[in-house]
Every structure is written in structure tokens, then in C-alpha cells.
């Protein structure tokens, strides 16, 4: 897991995964609370995970699409 990805990457992707997260949670608090339907507990727990793989990314400078080879632009 050698950095692989400039500072504007990480920037970008710690920032996408926080948004993500709070979307994440928010999908999740609307469906425990009943305002939402039952397939958003799967869409929250998805995309807090996902935020949260992210923000991963983003702290450690690695990149796991660049480490499989893909040459991303950011």
C-alpha cells in the first residue's frame, strides 16, 4: 500500500467520503425513525461503508483503482 495519489487526490477523496458518510447517515437515522422505506437501511449501510473506505483512501494517500493499474485523472 505505497502512496500512489497527489495531494489533491487525497483532499478530493477525504472529502467525498465524509459527504458520502453523512448521506450515509442520514439514510440510515431517516429509516429508523420511519420516514423512509426499507430498502434505504440497505442504500445507508452501503454508503457508510463506502464513505468510510474512502476516507481511508483519502488519509493513507492510496488509491486502490491506481493500484489495480487504472489511471485516474485526479
Do not use: S
Request: charged share 10%; with cysteine.
Amino acid at each position: 500500500m505505497q502512496c500512489n495519489i497527489d495531494k489533491r487526490g487525497r483532499a478530493l477523496r477525504t472529502t467525498l467520503g465524509i459527504a458520502t458518510d453523512a448521506i450515509g447517515t442520514l439514510l440510515l437515522v431517516g429509516h429508523f425513525l420511519g420516514w423512509l422505506p426499507g430498502w434505504t437501511l440497505y442504500a445507508g449501510i452501503a454508503a457508510v461503508l463506502g464513505g468510510a473506505f474512502m476516507v481511508f483512501e483519502g488519509v493513507n494517500g492510496w488509491c486502490v483503482v491506481r493500484a489495480m493499474g487504472f489511471k485516474t485523472p485526479i
